[in-house]
């Protein structure tokens, strides 16, 4: 049994280069114009967003000001719903740290990283610019396939808790480690192309925590990415 869900892992990993790279869990709604979904939320942006802003964000104060912005803008009260709709478009992109930073860099850097062949070739070159790179990003795929085999087998929900809380510390550090690098004082001197690596790397992270969080007892695990 172990090993056929390890094949069908292997199976569904080793297609993450060749395939697309979406997910179920992910609303890939990204502006496609120069709308700043940022500036929707004056609150927790008041700068208009990172890098003026720090891109680590408080999730409960966000989902505050999206009860308190849809409270005046719903269709409900207001006649503007196309305003209700964007709101709920930017919730959606903003709660989520992946859509989040994949929002900026289209953005400030022109990059629709949610675009397939865009974030196939970012891959590509990634891999391909240093040998410890594509050994990094193999075991970071390791690491992917380790975490689905835990959801497969378990059989109670506790036994997910050490799953859970490792794989929050990776969504933590790559947090951190984004807002370091859009720290810098030029714009011009931020490493998109690490940025961009760093969003791919972050949406496995954040598609295994919805799967923890999707998970029941006999319910298929679906982690595609």
């Known amino acids: 049994?172990?090993?056929?869900?390890?094949?069908?892992?292997?199976?569904?990993?080793?297609?993450?280069?060749?395939q697309r790279h979406g997910t179920r869990f992910f609303a890939t709604e990204t502006s496609s114009s120069s709308e700043s979904f940022f500036k929707?939320?004056?609150?927790?942006?008041?700068?208009?967003?990172?890098?003026?802003?720090?891109?680590?964000?408080?999730?409960?104060?966000?989902?505050?000001?999206?009860?308190?912005?849809?409270?005046?803008?719903?269709?409900?009260i207001s006649q503007d719903t196309l305003k209700s709709s964007n709101i709920n478009k930017a919730f959606t992109t903003l709660k989520n740290p992946y859509?989040?930073?994949?929002?900026?860099?289209?953005n400030l850097h022109g990059k629709d990283i949610t675009n397939d062949s865009v974030s196939k070739e970012m891959i590509r070159k990634y891999q391909t610019e240093r040998t410890e790179n594509s050994a990094q990003y193999k075991e970071m795929l390791m690491q992917v396939m380790e975490a689905h085999e835990q959801l497969?087998?378990?059989?109670?929900e506790n036994e997910l808790e050490g799953l859970e809380a490792e794989?929050?510390?990776?969504?933590?550090?790559?947090?951190?480690?984004?807002?370091?690098?859009?720290?810098k004082k030029n714009v011009d001197d931020i490493n998109w192309d690490e940025l961009i690596m760093d969003a791919i790397k972050l949406k496995y992270w954040v598609?295994?925590?919805?799967?923890?969080?999707d998970w029941e007892?006999?319910?298929p695990v679906h982690l595609t990415h």
Do not use: W
């Open 167 to 183: 794989n929050s510390e990776r969504i933590e550090q790559a947090e951190e480690k984004i807002d370091k690098e859009l720290s």
């Open 207 to 213: 598609n295994i925590q919805n799967g923890i969080k």
């Open 1 to 18: 049994m172990r090993l056929l869900i390890r094949s069908r892992i292997i199976i569904s990993c080793r297609a993450v280069l060749n």
């Open 152 to 156: 497969e087998l378990a059989e109670l």
């Open 40 to 76: 929707l939320f004056p609150r927790t942006f008041p700068n208009g967003g990172p890098p003026r802003d720090p891109f680590k964000i408080n999730d409960k104060s966000l989902r505050r000001e999206y009860r308190a912005l849809q409270s005046s803008h719903h269709p409900d």
């Open 217 to 219: 007892p006999g319910k």
């Open 99 to 106: 859509l989040r930073l994949a929002h900026l860099i289209q």
